[in-house]
DNA sequence: ATGATCTGTGACACCGGTGTCATAATGTCA
DNA sequence: TGACATTATGACACCGGTGTCACAGATCAT
């Protein structure tokens, strides 16, 4: 096997002393081929260390057996400093599309400027994964033109204007009504909420309706100015605290939108002489790993990434194969840590 | 631009009322096409949103402009816990590769059984980037496969015997050495050292190794008795501190090979009511998201991420240009925190 | 005017597989 | 034994680009 040239099928070919044709058939164990043919084949293929060339199978079949990744930050975040959650969730999506015997391309678009969802088009891919918070820059327009171009793709959280099918998504709003329904229990009903009241981003959004509603179907109002606007960072959410602590407002409860936020948050409250859970108890969203580290420990909605994954890459994969696919909303499930113990 | 079908060179030809080789040649602004049909084709190519074929041009060239990352995990570690420092290591390859007009196939190889290293063999990466702490079944054994089959690779950490030019890692050694020389600063001498002395995973071995020499260069001996073994992960970390404590073995310092095992350590100390940093300083290893969220922040000896994914994507390519390669060690630096002040 | 060089283009083979069609060899049934 | 189905295989076009070669027409030097 010294050979520097990789082996071709025709190599295998004259080897077996049978055509390319009847190679390539008994490489993908095709019926039509003698069993004592494709162990000869199978063989000898092994032996010359044969790998089948993706891109001549890919040129001829016009498919790739490969997924994109597309990665959205917030274009404010640090380079090095990528949301934790979503990386877990990347662990995952590659864990499922390894399962289903696709590859995945990941790219981060972390600036509009290089927004690129042309993996479909020059067929690197066969479907587009896309994940991030938030809305960006022409988000929607963005994922329109997709949908216009017939690209098959499903996105994270963020919901296409009526195509919620192609969405997987964790059920937000059910994860704040039981953070609140935890807190209510707890008897702690004069919550703050650092994340993003306003429809900007649509996650965070229904984070805080549920979690509003639930107070109020139990006949507590929440007081609009016990929010605070972040972005899913730690600095984000440390600043955003520290503000409602500078105009003296009280609560005894704060809930973070992000695992990242309630972590800031935390840090804020603690330098500020306010003891967790105490004075104050803080519940997060998306339970990352750092928030058992934390002390104290972080009570938190748990997304779970593992099944996100699955379904986003099992939701895409029919989407390609033109099967019917229905939305899919996962649900949260609470982790009651030191944060509110 | 309703068209199902994607359009290819030749539709442009058509159009253009050139030949497909004409608009190959525009396309990539060869010097041999006239400027005036550069601009035409360029204009039709943008019209009917074309894209190159990816595949068909892969296989003439013989070359993919893909790397492929290779992940390798500790087969103890739980599916959804992913080193956050790979992570980020993850991240800035990602962007190293767009930024050289390369895109990236991730896959974990979660357990030695499905090893797969034949993207190159298949052709859909130019190259590979080996990530992973430690060694693993038959780690060295396979890189000489791939040395072998003269396969292209970087190496993150791990030499590869005699060819330690395919190597990009952290001077861990010297990493080892500032934590030592800190320490001593603060003159705390009665060090414990948590991670893996034995020489099976080489960047933990380097880290001890730098640390115990600069203590013995100030004519400190450290108690081999305060080792504890442990793999990267905050479990870890928390049970082999556990089991010094329950020895009865004390230390005024704490060296951990990385930080989830410090983050470990110290929930393990504060747990058994020894105060951080009064009655232990302990320093962590890798600089995570996580190392400044903890309570106390962790001092820690940071490893440049960034800087790290541009060499092992600036190396494997030249390595796949055939061009020399020098073995490159990326100097760490000390972030004092909380955990040591 | 004649050969030499330069510019821009088209024709065509080629990359390494896959899918279709034709066909030889063998078996089946009336 | 002839008509027909079945099995196993080879020949060949094809996927959509890229690279080589040939060549027409314009430009230039002698």
């Known amino acids: 096997m010294k050979n520097k040239a990789k082996a071709t099928s025709f190599d295998i070919a004259h080897y077996a002393g049978v055509s390319q044709s009847t190679v390539s058939r008994a490489l993908r164990n095709s019926p039509l081929v003698n069993d004592e043919t494709k162990r000869r084949v199978h063989e000898i293929a092994e032996q010359l260390n044969y790998k089948v060339d993706k891109n001549a199978s890919n040129l001829r079949t016009q498919q790739s057996s490969t997924l994109a990744l597309l990665l959205f930050e917030d274009p404010t975040t640090d380079e090095s400093q990528i949301n934790p959650f979503f990386l877990s969730m990347l662990g995952s999506i590659t864990r499922a599309c390894a399962k289903e015997g696709y ?122 100015r016990k929010i605070a606007n972040a972005i899913s960072t730690e600095d984000s959410g440390y600043h955003a605290t520290k503000s409602l602590i500078a105009n003296n407002i009280s609560f005894d409860a704060l809930f973070a939108a992000s695992d990242l936020i309630a972590i800031g948050a935390i840090r804020a409250l603690l330098e500020a002489g306010i003891n967790v859970p105490e004075d104050v108890h803080v519940v997060g969203f998306d339970d990352i790993p750092a928030a058992s580290y934390v002390s104290p420990t972080l009570t938190t909605v748990q997304q779970n990434t593992t099944l996100a994954g699955q379904m986003l890459v099992k939701n895409l994969l029919s989407l390609i194969k033109n099967e019917p696919v229905e939305s899919t909303l996962l649900p949260p499930s609470l982790i009651v840590r030191g944060s509110s113990d």
């Open 103 to 224: 590859d995945l391309l990941v790219s981060f678009q972390s600036s509009s400027s290089d927004w690129r969802a042309d993996y479909e088009d020059s067929h690197r891919a066969d479907g587009i994964i896309l994940l991030g918070y938030g809305d960006y820059l022409d988000y929607q327009a963005r994922l329109q033109e997709l949908l216009d171009q017939d690209t098959k793709f499903v996105c994270w959280g963020a919901t296409v204007d009526n195509h919620p099918d192609l969405t997987v998504s964790c059920d937000n709003y059910g994860g704040g009504q039981l953070a609140a329904q935890h807190l209510f229990a707890l008897n702690r009903t004069d919550c703050a909420f650092i994340g993003d009241a306003s429809n900007h981003s649509p996650e965070f959004f229904a984070r805080y309706k549920g979690f509003k509603d639930a107070f109020e179907a139990q006949g507590v109002a929440l007081n609009d």
